[in-house]
């Protein structure tokens, strides 16, 4: 099995401050993958690095066995990832066709529509909201929104940043389950990262563990679900 | 009760203010005497009726507010983006027809022109400002480039309005991007102030480079624009406009020519922009101004999406201000200062940013209006400003506030005004 993205001793700074420490991790293709981690472990720090911003000062960002370490931003996502970022990040003042155009810009514009049909019976939400400005949405449709944007540029690996944030638990059941949906369907490769460890590890055939910007602990989701440390420091209290 | 203690409390602190600022400019007039020495005197009763006034006016704003809490902009919004449909063709069809109205004075057309030539800038910078949500204080500079590649290419090569007009566009395009390089990082406040300093900068450069641009002193003699080698002169004869159709030469011709060129220059300025919001291009800035990091994720080259809004934006900018200095046929630092920046900033602002229609009422009202109160004098600005104060209070967010998306494909939602949005409503 092949892996889509490998970070090699990946460490980043923000100026003077390091935010990750030597981190390795892969992400085999067709599997979900997830991060998880405390509040600032370093996890969007994570993500972003893997988009080139900031740029990793050491260690290497394989995607396919390419080197993508140095590249800008915008030639990382034509390359087939895509993010759903922290915070969802809709276009608030754009409409829901308006957002999911803006995720269709570096891909051909021949295959929107396949991709529309393809988003909307993933979210059949969006297909009632389609002309509605994205940030009169609720939170879940928000995130919804976000990640719809993300896969209409057709991406082979997918990024998610905490789609949990600050959504009712009935809803973050709904994007899970459309996020387990989407890769078990098309066998999109997907990177979770997330705070709300209970959900995630449930979802991931592999795991990471992320604390002060290192690297702790990893294995198959259900044997961190299984580790009482894991249990003592990300699940106790959790429902 | 409360409530009403709260906002004497507050209109009593509003005329505390009120009374430092106007305490020395109300209060202490300086005034000649016989001798002809400057004496200080007191007016107790004109201090104290301004800060009455200010007391009470605050006093009523607060009462108006309370029992207007905050629906009333909304629905207006709604109505007037319907109406919009209306009032674009309406103004065109008027704009188009106006200097031909029998008996209308050669002044008013001229106003027209001005109003035009400000429509055009408002338009030009909303590509920036509105579109691409980058806050740019120094659009005059392109105002500026524009007129001087005009001034000095026909004065030392010799070329006509036509000729230069491109070039104008395209040196002015050119120092957009120029600009916009050391600024791709900046955002907001930052923004602004770079953006103002481009500004100050090229109105001194002007000003001191004496040798090529006249310095302080201008640059005047430059062709007026001609209507296919026809001349516009007052003294008729062979290859002037009149005597080619045989008519009496008069002032108000070319105004008219004037009128119509800047007229199709500003639409072609709203028709480019019309046409990029649909495109890729468009969206990309739109997007831009809603979320820079979300963009980034997306795979829009920031970099070149900014520079295309600044380059873009200041090549119309060069155009207004060729057709400027066409118009004057002299130029001088005076007129390229930061109050120009400053005016067509508040009339994409008022307009409601990124309103194409908005920039035009915006413009009618931010031009028009203090050449109409004229006749009133010293109270003219006066009057311009608690105008402009009111128009805010009133619609914070413009005249036209809503945005409707540019892509309908499917089906349609109900029209949500950026109010609405703004207020976690909707």
């Given at each position: 099995m092949s892996n889509v993205l490998e970070l090699d001793r990946v460490s980043s700074f923000y100026g003077p401050i390091q935010a990750l420490r030597e981190v390795s991790i892969e992400v085999p293709e067709n599997q979900i993958v997830t991060l998880i981690g405390a509040n600032g472990a370093g996890k969007s720090t994570l993500m972003m690095t893997i988009f080139g911003d900031p740029r990793a000062r050491s260690g290497r960002v394989m995607y396919y066995g390419e080197d993508i370490t140095g590249l800008p931003a915008y030639q990382i996502a034509r390359k087939g990832i895509a993010q759903s970022p922290e915070g969802r990040r809709v276009f608030p003042r754009m409409s829901v066709e308006e957002n999911l155009l803006m995720g269709a810009q570096v891909v051909d514009y021949r295959d929107y529509a396949a991709n529309l049909r393809k988003i909307f019976t993933l979210f059949p939400r969006l297909e009632e909201r389609?002309?509605?400005?994205?940030?009169?949405?609720?939170g879940g449709e928000q995130q919804m929104l976000a990640i719809a944007r993300a896969l209409m540029s057709m991406p082979k690996l997918l990024l998610l940043d905490e789609?949990?944030?600050?959504?009712?638990p009935l809803v973050i059941k709904q994007i899970f389950g459309a996020i387990r949906e989407l890769n078990r369907e098309t066998g999109l490769t997907v990177l979770l990262v997330e705070q709300n460890a209970n959900q995630a590890l449930r979802l991931a055939q592999r795991a990471y563990v992320l604390v002060n910007g290192q690297l702790t602990m990893q294995g198959t989701g259900a044997e961190l679900l299984a580790k009482p440390e894991i249990r003592a420091a990300y699940l106790e209290g959790a429902h | 009760m409360r409530p009403l203690a709260r906002d004497l409390k507050d209109a009593a602190a509003v005329a505390f203010f009120a009374f430092l600022i106007?305490?020395?400019?109300?209060g202490l007039p300086l005034s000649n005497n016989q001798a002809g020495n400057l004496t200080l005197g007191t007016r107790p009763q004109a201090l104290a009726l301004a800060v009455g006034a200010v007391f009470l006016a605050r006093l009523g704003l607060l009462a108006w507010a309370r029992w207007h809490p905050a629906p009333l902009a909304p629905r207006f919004t709604i109505k007037l983006q319907g109406a919009g449909r209306f009032i674009a063709p309406v103004l065109l069809v008027f704009a188009v027809l106006m200097p031909l109205l029998p008996g209308l004075p050669n002044a008013y057309i001229d106003l027209g022109v001005l109003i035009m030539t400000y429509v055009m800038l408002g338009w030009g910078l909303n590509i920036v400002v509105g579109l691409a949500g980058l806050l740019d204080l120094g659009y005059v500079a392109f105002y500026a480039v524009g007129a001087y590649s005009f001034a000095l290419i026909s004065l030392n090569f010799g070329l006509g309005f036509w000729e230069c007009l491109p070039i104008a566009g395209i040196l002015a395009a050119f120092w957009g991007v120029c600009l916009g390089f050391p600024v791709l990082r900046l955002r907001g406040d930052y923004l602004a102030i770079v953006t103002l300093a481009f500004g100050e900068i090229i109105r001194l450069v002007i000003t001191n480079w004496v040798s090529l641009t006249g310095g302080p002193n201008g640059l005047l003699g430059m062709p007026q624009p001609s209507l296919f080698g026809l001349r516009f002169s007052m003294a008729g004869g062979p290859g002037t406009f009149a005597g080619f159709f045989h008519i009496t030469p008069a002032p108000w011709q070319r105004t008219a020519y004037l009128y119509y060129i800047i007229l199709a220059l500003a639409l072609l300025t709203n028709w480019v922009t019309l046409r990029l919001r649909k495109q890729p291009l468009g969206r990309a800035w739109e997007a831009l101004r809603e979320d820079e990091i979300a963009c980034r994720s997306l795979g829009i080259n920031v970099r070149n999406t900014k520079l295309t809004a600044f380059a873009i934006g200041a090549f119309f900018g060069g155009f207004a201000g060729c057709f400027f200095a066409a118009r004057q046929s002299f130029i001088s630092p005076d007129s390229f200062t930061f109050m120009e920046s400053a005016t067509v900033l508040a009339i994409v602002v008022l307009g409601g940013a990124g309103s194409q229609l908005g920039v035009v009422l915006a413009a009618c009202v931010m031009i028009g209006v203090p050449q109409m109160l004229q006749s009133l004098q010293i109270y003219r600005m006066l009057i311009f400003g608690l105008a402009l104060v009111i128009i805010m209070i009133v619609r914070p967010r413009g005249f036209i506030s809503t945005r409707r998306p540019t892509v309908t494909l499917g089906k349609r939602g109900g029209v949500i005004g950026a109010d609405l949005v703004s207020q976690g409503r909707g």
């Open positions: 389609f002309g509605q400005r994205a940030g009169t949405l609720s789609p949990s944030l600050g959504l009712a | 106007f305490g020395p400019f109300i």
